[in-house]
């Protein structure tokens, strides 16, 4: 049978390279892959944090398995974690340093990019001032190549014009963190997903993204003995709403207003926990006048979710013993991401689900180090969750460091969006980009293709030929996962250690060792940051000074101690030896000055994105279980490639009439912004009359083309996933027209006591 089947799949029976061998380690494996050693690691993809083996074989990664002993993930791995040696030896990986030339780039020494870069970049300080010079980094370094950049760009080129995709991603979380808490520092941890009675997930769609969280929630019935109520609030019918007990599909961006509203049934109710808000929390009075405006008919009316099954969400949520709300890009990525995160903190305090098992309010993270970068990352704070304004942080970091404080910065620089903004201004002239790929992952990208032209110097610093290496002057071509090691903390704080398996593709070097390299090209530098410096554990110890007696303490970590235990959740310290898996239990103080978490309300607020008979529909965009971002990694996977090789567009059955096309078409889509052609059509429920999804992966039919230039005023995160478009048919060319009803019944923000306007001159903001 085995043969028939190797016969029909036109595999190589005489030579039998795919017969199963015995592995020492993890039974039978294929004979051709049999690996010589098993390196145990982290998945260096998503903020989950799986622990795996890298199986080696000639200097070659050829397997991964699952860790059965690390505790997020417990063997278990998602397709993109089990595939991921896969990418490391691709066609596509830079082979060292690189600059351009007239007829494309050139492989040159290492010395001759840093010289090249060091000179361009000294000359155009001297010119233009210090922070004429701009870097935009990751959430995909580890802790330590993190912590030794921020330093360099900081310190070293004396530049505050730092920040990275992380604003993409997480900043909302963080800037709501620090506006209820006083510091950024997720609370929960995965195990309250086995603990809750209620998880609420809000704009995340775990199914596709944070697969292995699944784990988790499956456990839950076996420690409780019930199954949890799953909430999934996510307009779009994802995957993981599939899960759900209660499906909210609300109006797109409507959160904010969902919750507050939740808050007012809970207080008209008296469903709250009065004890715990009196003697745990701050600014409850405020709170309660600022809800006043969320009656259930009036949050009906925004969200569309209707009041009894409001009443039902409240109930359920207030009455749980424990339950917990989980939230990802439906929330950041908006232009209210940092009040909508407050108001989840908002709800878990009034409702008293903070610090216990399964309570809490709990950010999922992206990217597998994001929270690495906040920690230490020196872009929004100087590391250690410490404050740029306070004289005593900046005194005190100097001082560990062993650096005159008048190096420190007394304030933040731009935000990624501002750094765009400040080099079509003309005002930044070099940008350094690490680890990131905006020509794909960025909004509006005819703005930012025509911001870069502008650059003097551009420098990329990339494991893969990415698209926007494509653009570069000078490559620092860079080793990646399984090529280096250090650690990577998840989602819920946990420190996961990643090593180097493998030697370095060709002559790449790793992040950590670009960095201090090329601080030699700068006077004195070296010595003053980096002297004695040999590896990444002397950036380890040094953040394990710098975090010590902070929120994000690791001073009790070592990488062996890390590995021993599987991870290991900060703070840990004299106190806490094994890491501590919850942040503010009873007599755990917040960093906010009275010591207790504060309720901070914020109004819903409609906004400006003109949707109008040109551009009636609304444009949401997001990911795929197959793909990862830019596909610079899972692009080169083929199997991953081969499940989902291009992008789709999810369209309503209406819209689709609308348009006469059915699945399997494709269609043109159009913003004021740009089009994008040639997106094929599927047509599903998953999706309401007026909303279309469609997956940012791919270069091929690059949908941030269409996106927005719009922030969040606090995070500076992108508004991601709504903008008003237009889609075209081959039949249907000048595209969908719907009748003025439609437009604010799709939109929903329309008053019933408001003007009827005519269908040209409605340009409503949502
Ligand atoms: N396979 C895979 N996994 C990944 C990644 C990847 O690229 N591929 N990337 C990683 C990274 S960096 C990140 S940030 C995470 C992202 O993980 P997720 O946040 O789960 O991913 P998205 O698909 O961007 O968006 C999640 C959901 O938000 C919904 N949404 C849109 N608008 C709204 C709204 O107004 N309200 C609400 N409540 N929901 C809304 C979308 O319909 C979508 O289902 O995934 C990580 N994991
Ligand atoms: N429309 C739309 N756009 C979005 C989003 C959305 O939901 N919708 N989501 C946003 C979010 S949440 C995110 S996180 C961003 C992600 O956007 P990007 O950060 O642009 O995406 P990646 O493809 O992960 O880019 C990482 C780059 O690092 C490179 N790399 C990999 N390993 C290493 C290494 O070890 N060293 C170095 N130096 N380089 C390495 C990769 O080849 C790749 O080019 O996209 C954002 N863009
Ligand atoms: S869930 Fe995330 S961390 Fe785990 S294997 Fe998949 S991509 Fe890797
Ligand atoms: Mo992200």
């Known amino acids: 049978m085995i043969e028939k089947i190797k016969e029909f799949l036109g595999l190589d029976i005489k030579e039998d390279k795919y017969a199963l061998v015995d592995d020492p380690f993890f039974g039978k494996v294929a004979k051709e892959r049999a690996p010589e050693k098993w390196v145990r690691s982290t998945c260096g993809y998503c903020g989950v944090g799986c622990g795996l083996y890298i199986g080696v074989k000639e200097g070659d990664p050829v397997y991964v398995k699952g860790d ?31 600059i351009r030339r007239d007829d494309g780039f050139e492989q040159v020494e290492w010395d001759e990019a840093f010289r090249k870069v060091s000179e361009s970049f000294k000359r155009i300080q001297r010119e233009h001032g210090k922070r004429s010079v701009a870097v935009i980094s990751t959430g995909q370094l ?15 080129l004396e530049t505050n014009n730092y920040d990275g995709n992380t604003t993409l991603c997480m900043a909302s979380a963080v800037m709501g963190y620090k506006q209820s808490f006083g510091s950024d520092g997720p609370p929960g941890c995965y195990e309250d997903f086995s603990h809750a009675e209620v998880i609420m997930l809000i704009g995340a769609n775990i199914a596709d993204n944070h697969p292995i969280l699944k784990l988790h929630i499956a456990r839950n019935r076996q420690v409780r003995g019930k199954k949890p109520t799953i909430i999934v609030v996510d307009p779009r019918h994802s995957k993981t709403a599939n899960m759900a007990d209660i499906y909210l599909p609300i109006k797109p961006r409507t959160d904010l207003a969902l919750i507050n509203g939740l808050c007012y049934i809970i207080w008209e109710q008296g469903w709250m926990d009065e004890k715990f808000i009196n003697e745990r929390t701050s600014g409850y009075r405020e709170f309660i006048k600022g809800i006043q405006k969320y009656p259930p008919q009036e949050v009906a009316h925004i969200t569309g979710i209707d009041v009894k099954t409001l009443y039902e969400v409240a109930r359920l949520y207030a009455g749980a ?41 709990m950010s999922i993270t992206g990217q597998c180090n994001a929270m690495g970068t906040r920690e230490s990352g020196f872009t929004s704070s100087i590391p250690g969750y410490r404050n740029f304004a306070s004289e005593e ?71 893969f030929m990415s698209d926007t290496a494509k653009e570069a002057d000078v490559l620092f071509g860079a080793a990646t996962w399984s090529e280096k090691t250090g650690t990577y903390t998840n989602s819920e704080r946990r420190c996961n250690l990643a090593k180097k398996s493998v030697p370095n593709y060709k002559d790449s070097k790793s992040d950590f060792e670009i960095v201090v390299e090329f601080s030699k090209y700068f006077d004195g530098k070296y010595e003053l940051l980096f002297n004695g410096w040999s590896g990444p554990e002397d950036a380890f110890e040094e ?91 899972t692009g080169t996977i083929k199997i991953l490639e081969d499940l989902a090789p291009e992008a789709w567009v999810e369209l309503s059955p209406k819209d689709a009439e609308k348009l006469k096309v059915r699945s399997g078409d494709r269609i043109a889509l159009s913003s004021p912004r740009g089009r994008v052609d040639e997106v094929m059509v599927k047509v599903t429920e998953a999706v309401r009359e007026g909303s279309v999804f469609v997956p940012f992966h791919f270069n091929t039919q690059l949908v941030n083309t269409l996106t927005q230039s719009l922030f969040d005023p606090k995070s500076f995160e992108p508004n991601y996933k709504q903008t008003a478009i237009q889609l075209h048919s081959e039949e249907v060319p000048e595209g969908v027209v719907l009748e003025e009803e439609k437009i604010s019944g799709a939109l929903g923000y329309a008053k019933e006591s408001e003007e009827r306007r005519s269908v040209e001159s409605l340009k409503r903001s949502i």
């Open 142 to 156: 580890l802790t330590e190549e993190f912590y030794t950049l921020g330093k360099f760009v900081q310190l070293g």
């Open 543 to 633: 953040w394990k000074r710098v975090s010590k007696g902070r929120l994000c303490d690791y001073s009790g970590m070592t990488y062996e101690k890390i590995e021993k235990l599987g991870g290991i959740q900060w703070p840990c310290n004299d106190e806490h030896p094994e890491g501590t898996p919850r942040l503010y239990y009873e007599g755990m103080k917040t960093p906010n000055e009275d010591g207790k978490p504060k309720f901070v309300f914020s109004d819903w607020q409609p906004m400006q994105e003109d949707i109008c008979a040109s551009f009636p529909l609304i444009l949401n965009t997001g990911r795929t279980v197959e793909q990862f971002h830019t596909r610079t990694k």
């Open 393 to 463: 942080d900046r005194s005190e970091y100097a001082q560990i460091v062993g650096v005159p404080q008048e190096l420190v910065p007394t304030a933040r620089g731009y935000a990624y969006p501002q750094i765009i903004e400040a080099i079509e201004r003309g005002e930044i002239k070099a940008l350094w980009v690490v680890a990131t790929n905006p020509l794909v992952s960025f909004p509006d990208q005819p703005r930012l293709r025509r911001a870069l032209e502008k650059l003097d110097l551009l420098v990329v610093q990339d494991s």
């Open 68 to 98: 059965p002993d690390h505790p997020v993930n417990r063997g278990t791995l998602c397709p993109k974690g089990l595939s991921e040696h896969e990418m490391v030896r691709a066609p596509t990986r830079l082979p060292g340093a690189m």
């Open 321 to 361: 013993d424990a339950a917990m709300s989980a939230w990802t890009m439906g929330v950041n990525q908006s232009a209210m991401g940092t009040d909508t995160v407050s108001a989840i903190v908002n709800l878990a305090l009034m409702t008293g689900n903070l610090g216990k098992p399964g309570g809490a309010p």
